[in-house]
């Protein structure tokens, strides 16, 4: 069999596009190192937080909506609660780059929004503690995505409409036609007309095999979660949130399904190669103490340390997404560099990869996340 499109990495974005494809009738093969939803890449942690309104920049404003509005297609599609509408506020020092491109995001594209005072948010939300000299952007539409239920969900149903998967497969060899695309894996081979790499960390791993590299740093993040009091913190009360304030970068989450409040740190982290084994959380004395130190100041002291795990970020020179053709092979797709910032765009993403290989163009503009910058 050839298969019209093969996916190496079934991870947000390979699941996602996988859908996609199958559910616009082509034959799908996705391969994957492990078994996806996993916790060997940057899927894991159960929630995402998908913000609207965008700190990194207003040029990713217009995927952030079309993709909220294809979460809601994948609730309906599978009749599962992916999305809890919680609201996202953004904090930080009002002279913020990350706060002015917010409300910059919200002033382009009529976004509803609130613009609050630390004073204004210690009293709508009694489990944060700011200090006068920080303000807030509160997103009225964000909120959070159930990661791991999403993944699982394009997984049923991606394979409901006729996609193969090749789980715990090793990529041995790669041979590239005009026409066709051969994968040698161990024990098969998958033949396709085209091909899309969402390896994550791995992607110059598989890269490697036709001399090609790309400037992707995998980074080594940790996440913990509290313990919380759910009158104060549980999602039907309180919001999920990032924090910048020039120095650190922060983010969270309410808690869920009495969870507690999760929290991590954005920024730092340790490098890891593609292929090493992620050391365990609590490996190094900032797993607990950056996050435990931000919750104490920022929310309460009470607050105690429950579980953390690891994870990796993919991380580009610049910080934006790669999407694009590889060159010189125009039947090879890659997206990856999703620098820690991605998931919440998996949707939108799936649906450009999808576009990209049927009709060879996006209805969303893909020119920044073009490779064509690190020439």
């Known amino acids: 069999m050839i298969y019209d499109i093969a996916i190496i990495g079934a991870g947000s974005m390979g699941l996602s596009a996988g859908y996609y494809l199958s559910k ?13 939803p996993h916790t060997e890449g940057s899927h894991h942690g159960e929630t995402r937080i998908i913000r609207h309104a965008y700190g990194e920049g207003d ?17 309906e599609a599978s009749n599962r609660n992916i999305f809890h509408k919680t609201g996202v506020l953004n904090i930080g020092p009002e002279s913020s780059q990350f706060l002015q491109n917010v409300i910059q995001s919200i002033e382009k594209y009529n976004l509803q929004a609130e613009i609050l005072s630390a004073h204004e948010i210690n009293n709508r939300w009694t489990g944060y503690q700011l200090p006068n000299h920080l303000k807030g952007v509160y997103e009225i539409n964000s909120g959070v995505l159930m990661s791991e239920i999403a993944l699982q969900t394009y997984r049923d ?42 390896a994550g960390k791995g992607t110059n791993q598989i890269l490697s095999l ?17 313990e919380a009091a759910e009158s104060i913190y549980h999602s039907n009360y309180f919001p999920a949130w990032s924090f910048a304030d020039g120095n650190e970068t922060y983010y969270g989450f309410p808690s869920i399904d009495k969870a507690g409040i999760k929290v991590g740190r954005h920024d730092g982290g340790q490098p890891v190669k593609a292929n090493e084994t992620l050391r365990t959380f609590g490996t190094y004395p900032e797993d607990e103490q950056d996050v435990s130190r931000f919750v104490h100041r920022y929310m309460s002291p009470e607050l105690q340390h429950k579980q953390g795990k690891v994870c990796t970020y993919t991380n580009t020179p610049d910080g934006d997404f790669i999407i694009d053709r590889l060159p010189n092979y125009q039947h090879i797709l890659v997206a990856c560099g999703f620098s820690g910032h991605g998931f919440k765009f998996s949707s939108g993403v799936g649906e450009l990869l999808s576009q990209l290989a049927i009709q060879g163009e996006t209805t969303l503009d893909i020119s920044h996340f073009s490779l064509n910058r690190f020439a």
């Open 157 to 198: 149903l991606a394979t409901s409409l006729g996609a193969s998967f090749y789980t715990n497969a090793r990529i041995q060899r790669l041979d590239v036609t005009n026409q066709h695309v051969m994968i040698q894996l161990s024990s098969n081979t998958i033949k396709a007309k085209q091909l899309i790499i969402t």
């Open 210 to 226: 036709l001399g090609y590299e790309l400037p992707l740093f995998p980074i080594r993040k940790t996440f913990s979660w509290f």
């Open 59 to 75: 040029v990713y404003v217009p995927l952030a909506l079309r993709s909220q509005k294809l979460w809601y297609g994948l609730e």
């Open 24 to 36: 616009a009738g082509k034959t799908v093969a996705l391969i994957d190192a492990d078994n996806p």
